[in-house]
């Protein structure tokens, strides 16, 4: 069972911890006859217990006791850019629902309540559908039938099917547990520094060499090795964009730039594959707050 965290909350535990004041955990109501209300403005701690202690009845656990507090991963990857219409950076390609919630801009330049930007769920997937179907429809009315250059298909065909054709190498589950132990940690994913960030992006790079040798033993693990390739850039581009942001915005807290820094740092970070090699190019892109019909107060 989980809740979303409003960020000071879940960096505050964080701290306890560290300081060597935890283990944090819920305390059960004095009485039966007293309600439990958490505080106001907090998630709702009350319904995460219930819930908790359900699942711990499923499973025959001695109910009554002191449940531990527990903070784990915190935020996700929703960045492709669009624009109103939802198309992206390249033509021909639309991006709507979870793949491009944060890279809309649509909750402004602080993430959406409670706290973060969760993906959004189903109904922006549908608003942003309607937002793009008109678009993409006059696109595909009006645009030229394509030349396709099939030049590269088999090199891309043998690239794609390689693990398969390996009878050992790197399990796709042995990469997958590779990359959470470095997302997953708060001091790597919400309560963030330059060293630890710098930190975290040599053991996600570390895992990337050695994805030339991911095996797969039949089309189901194949599907996981190129899942696995994109869990990696994906990490990749979390940890390079946290670096080169030096301050705090939304879930992204650097402890050591922990103010918000509008006259600096009100820009969208860009992360360009850079040439044929692979590398990542960042650049920056002031926020046209001019523009906006409604300013935020800043």
């Known amino acids: 069972a989980g809740v979303f965290l409003?960020?000071?909350l879940a960096v505050g535990m964080q701290k306890e911890m560290v300081e060597g004041s935890g283990?944090?955990?819920?305390?059960?109501?004095?009485?039966?006859?007293?309600?439990?209300?958490?505080?106001?403005?907090?998630?709702?701690?009350g319904d995460w217990r219930q819930r908790l202690e359900d699942r711990e009845k499923q499973y025959g656990l001695p109910p009554g006791a002191e449940r531990e507090v527990g903070v784990p991963l915190h935020g996700d990857t929703s960045c492709v850019k669009v624009d109103h219409e939802m198309r992206t950076s390249l033509?021909?390609?639309?991006?709507?629902?979870?793949?491009?919630?944060?890279g809309s801009a649509v909750a402004g330049a602080m993430p959406a309540p409670p706290g973060i930007s969760p993906g959004s769920g189903i109904m922006f997937a549908v608003i942003s559908a309607a937002w793009a179907g008109p678009s993409a429809a006059r696109y595909a009315t009006e645009?030229?039938?394509?030349?396709?250059?099939?030049?590269?298909?088999?090199?891309?065909?043998?690239?794609a099917l390689a693990p398969l054709a390996r009878k050992d190498g790197l399990q796709p589950e042995q990469a997958i547990s590779a990359l959470q132990d470095v997302m997953a940690p708060m001091e790597y994913n919400l309560c963030r520094s330059e060293e630890r960030l710098t930190e975290g992006l040599a053991r996600v790079e570390a895992v990337r060499e050695r994805l030339p040798e991911?095996?797969?033993?039949?089309?189901?693990?194949?599907?996981?090795?190129?899942?696995?390739?994109s869990m990696t850039l994906c990490a990749e581009l979390t940890f390079r964009a946290a670096l080169m942001r030096t301050e705090s915005r939304g879930f992204h807290y650097r402890e050591d730039?922990?103010?918000?820094?509008n006259e600096h740092w009100l820009k969208w970070v860009i992360l360009k594959r850079a040439g044929g090699d692979g590398d990542?190019?960042?650049?920056t892109e002031p926020l046209p707050i001019s523009e906006y019909k409604i300013r935020p107060a800043l």
């Open 6 to 8: 409003p960020v000071q």
């Open 23 to 45: 283990p944090i955990r819920f305390a059960p109501p004095p009485s039966e006859k007293v309600a439990h209300h958490p505080p106001v403005g907090l998630p709702k701690l």
């Open 91 to 102: 033509p021909g390609l639309w991006a709507i629902g979870d793949t491009s919630y944060a």
């Open 143 to 159: 645009a030229a039938a394509p030349q396709v250059d099939g030049s590269g298909i088999e090199a891309l065909k043998q690239q």
């Open 214 to 229: 991911l095996q797969a033993k039949d089309l189901h693990y194949l599907s996981k090795c190129h899942e696995v390739c």
């Open 257 to 261: 730039y922990p103010q918000t820094d």
């Open 280 to 283: 990542i190019e960042l650049s």
